[in-house]
Structure formats: C-alpha cells, structure tokens
C-alpha cells in the first residue's frame, strides 16, 4: 500500500466506488436512451426545445393580435411595429437557447429536439449528470459501441484518435471511477524505480495473468518516483524554511497557491516493461487521464 499523508484509507476508497456507482444506476436507464456514434452521443431533448418554441410563438401570436386590438387607438405609434418587435424578440430567445449547451447546434438537430455532445463536458451539462458518472458509463460500456475517443484525458480507452474528429475526453478519471468501471490499479516496482499499472478486468476484456516478466505492454503512469522525489524536496524545503519568521509567512502564502492550483493528472500512457514485484493497490486519492 502506498504509505503517503495524501493518500486516501481503502474505506475512503470504497465509499467513493459506492457512490459513483450508485449515481450509475440512479441515471442508467435515462443514458441508455443516449445514441452513440464514432465522434459524437445524441441526446434528445424534446421538452426543452418544445418549451423554447412554444415561448417563441407565444410572443409572436401575441403580438401579433395587437395591430388589430389596438388599430389606431396609440397615437404616434404603428401597431404593426411592435409586431416586428416580437419577431425580433422571439428569434432572439431562441438562438440564446440554441447557444445554452453547445457552441455549435445546427438547426436541423434543434427542430429534431436532440444534441449533439463532442465531448464530457457537454454531456454533462445537457443531461444533468456528474462528470464522472458519464466517464463510468463509457468505460463500462466501451466494447459495446463505436465510439472513438481523443485528449487530453483519454488515456485509459482503447479507441483513441491523435485528430480533432473523435470525442474529447476533457475530464481526468477519478481512482474510484476506474475501480467502478473494472480497472486494477496496482503499484509495481523494477529497477527504474515504482510505477504503476492499470489492468483491465472489464466484462469482455482479455483474461490474462499478472506477471511482471517478461517485458509486456501495460496501460500504465512511469513518473510516480519523480513525483514522490519531487514531493520530498518540497517537504525539505518547507523544513528549512520555517527557521525565519519571514520564510515562514512565505511558506504560508505558498501553501494557499498549492491547495488552489489545479491538482496534477497522472497521465496514462501504454509502455512495455518487466517489474520484480508488486507492492499493492493503489489507493492514492488520484486523478487520471
């Protein structure tokens, strides 16, 4: 086990798998009814451009009775103006509805009432549903469709692109996304220092032994001993830098950067390696991609 003051306890761990996997089956039913494609997930939203329209032609039936009501009853004025307003108006509510989920909605999609989501982010925000549980949906169901995946945070699927034209991972995965969607995540150690290795253990997925020779490829994170020497030198120096007062006040400010700055991703990448032995699960409360 990884002996770290960051580290989450595995009853942290799991409580963390339970949830997600609960916000899983609480929105599976409503993500099964998604359409994947090679680049793209198709959600349909009827009700919500079904509102937007109907605003719309409220106000411009409205509107439009004025003329006639009115006739020549405001001095001044041409009723049939404000019925140019409402048109106005109501196109100018509909494109700010168009622009609400995604930057590029095209009409043919918006009287279709369905989105069209490019990356995790999007589909998050038209469905309503946490970030992480849509990752677990993807991981869980990554044999079962045909969707082709790109970065910056992509490096635990299969399918993966270098283009712009597949869909953008650009959220990082939690540890206990990737243990709810069937990955081991095991810290390894061989005589260029300790990595750590995701095995696969997802329904369809290859069964194979966990042997750490010969050389074989692994889904993997290399850099896990630079990052422990790099948090080594930053406890030294905060050692050394509370001898002064002054240092001291430094350190303080340094330390509210530290806890606002974004939490660093370890990145996965597939290499091919042999490692000596095993030294646990990994329980860091990390984030992948």
Known sequence: MLASAAAASPSETETKRSAI???????????????ITDDSIIIKCRSYVAIVVSIAGIIICGCFAVPFVVKQDISGVDPFQIFMFAWVLAGFIVIVAKSRYVSEWPW???????VVCRSVRDVSEVAGIDKQTVLLYLLHGERTNILT?????NGMFNRTTEGSEGFSIDVPVQLSTMLASGFVVLKVVNTMGEHLICEDVRMGAPARAIFGSPAREYV???DLGKDALENELQEADGTK????????????????????????????TVNEFAWKKVAGLYIRDAKFG
Do not use: C, D
């Open 21 to 35: 996997l609960q916000q899983y089956e609480k929105h599976k039913r409503q993500m099964e009814l998604w359409t």
């Open 149 to 153: 995946t790109r970065g910056p945070y």
């Open 220 to 222: 993997s994170y290399m």
């Open 241 to 268: 830098e509370e001898n002064s007062q002054e240092k001291s006040q430094e350190k303080s400010l340094a330390s509210i950067r530290i806890e606002t700055s974004p939490e660093k991703v370890q990145r996965l």
């Open 108 to 114: 043919h999609h918006f009287i279709r009432g369905e």
